[in-house]
């Protein structure tokens, strides 16, 4: 029995100031904010989401932004860079866009048959947008003035440096249901489900990396999405009997979640597609309300008084 594993779900990282943050994922990339809330372990602090118009899973990148919080390091041990799918021949317009906005931008790369441009956000996060040559018929994100042949369709792949890829892989292939969809140099890449821009996770043992240290600029954790409750309980079930430490299924109102440790210490979720971000505002409205999970409804007040003002 392998989890019915059908692609990435949301990717969360941490960030420093937030108006910096929620300047940077709407204004620069395009992103909708989709979702106001805070951190259920923290709610002094805000949890910010980004993604499509409709906040679909696959496209949704999320941040607890600490102000002042110091800097850490991508590097081993981390879910590395997030890379983001954008049409092909779409790059020189990114390019041209990060050149005028001041967005630090690495050349661009060929890897398997894709162009890649690097670029970081202002904490440091690494990210990418693969202009890819597959299909990816997901709708664009609607952004002001970026067209929509050349916008954002949601995540390609996460990367994951490691000094050693074996484990990690044992669990995705034999756990997790992801397959073996090819290798380059010190990359190798895992797919999910029907495959594509979206399900890919690649493992990077670059001998050349430095090991990762937490802080802003670093991501969190990965969450790999699977469709219902069920398939939640039969993946929480598979990954315990392989041996894994899997949390209880905790409700984060959007949707359900389990977390576990992959064996090089990248921390994995899995989250269920529904019930989504619409559930406690419109969706011609995401990201307005400050959305609570209902143990903090009843502190609403104080929380509120205490966040700084967004917008
Ligand atoms: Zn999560």
Not at 97 to 121: G, H
Not at 138 to 147: F, G, K, L, M
Not at 170 to 184: I, K
Request: net charge neutral; hydrophobic share 40%; charged share 20%.
């Amino acid at each position: 029995m392998k989890a019915q594993v059908t692609g990435l779900h949301h990717i969360t990282a941490i960030a420093s100031d937030p108006h910096q943050n929620l300047d940077f994922y709407t204004r620069v990339l395009g992103l909708r904010f989709v979702k106001k809330s805070v951190n259920q372990d923290d709610p002094g602090t805000y949890h910010l989401y980004y993604g499509d118009y409709a906040a679909s899973p696959g496209t949704i990148l999320t941040f607890f932004p600490w102000a002042g919080l110091r800097r850490g390091r991508p590097g081993t041990g981390q879910a590395y860079a997030t890379a983001f799918s954008v049409p092909a021949g779409s790059l020189p317009f990114w390019q041209k866009r990060f050149t005028r906005l001041a967005v630090k931008q690495q050349p661009i790369e060929s890897r398997f048959n894709d162009q890649v441009l690097p670029f970081a956000d202002p904490d440091g996060l690494l990210l990418e947008l693969v202009a890819t040559s597959e299909t990816d018929s997901r709708p664009p994100a609607p952004a002001q003035d970026v067209p929509a042949g050349f916008a954002l369709r949601g995540f390609h792949s996460s990367t994951l440096a490691l000094t050693a890829a074996t484990a990690t892989a044992a669990v995705l292939t034999e756990t997790m249901g992801y397959r073996l969809a090819g290798q380059s140099g010190h990359r190798v890449r895992y797919t999910a489900a029907q495959g594509g821009p979206g399900t890919y996770v690649d493992l990077l043992t670059d001998p050349a990396l430095p090991r990762g240290l937490n802080g802003a600029g670093t991501i969190h954790h990965v969450a790999f999405r699977v469709t219902d409750a069920a398939q939640e309980n039969s993946a929480r079930e598979i990954l315990r009997q392989s041996g894994l430490q899997v949390s209880p299924v905790i409700d984060r109102a959007y949707f359900k979640s389990i977390y576990y440790r992959e064996p090089a210490g990248v921390l994995f979720e899995i989250a269920t597609d529904g019930p989504g971000f619409a559930i406690d505002e419109p969706l011609e409205q995401l990201g307005t309300i400050l959305g609570l999970p209902p143990h903090l409804e009843p502190h609403r007040a104080e929380i509120e008084a205490a966040l700084p003002k967004l917008n």
